[in-house]
């Protein structure tokens, strides 16, 4: 990283902890200062993950990180973060809810239920269904957070928010080495379940 781009990132890491902070002692206008300092992260992250789903996904990365955001600002679900890390990972978990929200809506009977199209392409259709890989890891993540609510909350990042390894390290506030352990031990554990 050059060094205009760590000073950069150093101030937007301040200003966000900044803000967190001004929203934590109640400040009423502090929630709309912090969407400018996020954005472009949450929606990096937004597309990341999105980039992974089948093709045909109907969610977008812009839609994806204003829903996400209104979960965390607005309503009876808004909350306080601690910091940084703490807001981050509540992004993650909101953005992770509503893929699997919208994994189970299109499986719904009014939507088909089990029915599906049938591509054309043989090839794909040997291919897992996507909404069921889903929902099957959905469930697997929340057994391990029963188990290792640490590995779970990495696993989060990983691959619902589409955090690199390091970038996950830096929010969970561990070293990158400890984080590629965990990361290793959580994928392990979750493919066991997965298998079974």
Do not use: C
């Not at 502090?30 to 089948?54: I, T």
């Not at 940084?84 to 990972?89: D, G, L, P, T």
């Not at 929902?135 to 957070?145: G, V």
């Amino acid at each position: 990283m050059s060094e205009p781009d760590r000073k950069a990132a150093d101030s937007s890491v301040e200003g966000v902890t900044r803000v967190l902070a001004a929203i934590e002692q109640g400040d009423p206008r502090a929630a709309e200062e912090l969407l400018p300092l996020v954005y472009e992260e949450l929606r990096r992250l937004a597309a990341r993950r999105l980039a992974r789903e089948p093709a045909g996904q109907t969610l977008q990365p812009t839609a994806l990180v204003h829903e996400a955001w209104l979960r965390l600002v607005e309503g009876d679900a808004a909350q306080r973060w601690e910091n940084r890390r703490h807001f981050f990972a509540a992004a993650a978990e909101s953005m992770r809810r509503i893929l699997v929200e919208n994994a189970r809506r299109k499986q719904a009977v009014k939507h088909g239920g089990a029915l599906g199209r049938q591509p054309l392409d043989e090839s794909a259709l040997a291919a897992p269904d996507r909404p069921d890989e889903l929902l099957a890891l959905d469930e697997a993540l929340e057994r391990l957070a029963a188990a290792d609510a640490e590995a779970a909350e990495l696993v989060k990042l990983r691959y619902f928010s589409g955090l690199t390894g390091q970038e996950a390290a830096d929010v969970l506030g561990v070293s990158p080495r400890s984080a590629d352990r965990l990361w290793a031990w959580a994928r392990a554990w979750l493919l066991r379940e997965l298998q079974s």
